[in-house]
């Protein structure tokens, strides 16, 4: 599946905005992006498994934040961290 970053997280894939991954489920998914980028996981899940506070994740264009969403290759993931300023 095709998983969109936004800049926030592309320190973990050198620059790259798209990545492919695995897995049936959003969090088998991250687990899968970890792998592959250590450290990404962490920036996006917190230690309880929940989405951390300042993150959204988009199965297609619906907001998610169960892990356990499922996933099919058909769908797009995307990852984006909040802006913040005033």
Known sequence: MRVNLSSHFRSYTASKPQVEARGTTVGEVMADLDRRFPGLRFRVIDEQDH???HVKVFVNLASI???AT????ADEL???GALSGG
């Open 51 to 53: 989405v951390r506070r």
């Open 65 to 67: 934040e169960d892990l």
């Open 70 to 73: 499922p996933v099919t290759e």
């Open 78 to 80: 995307t990852v984006l």
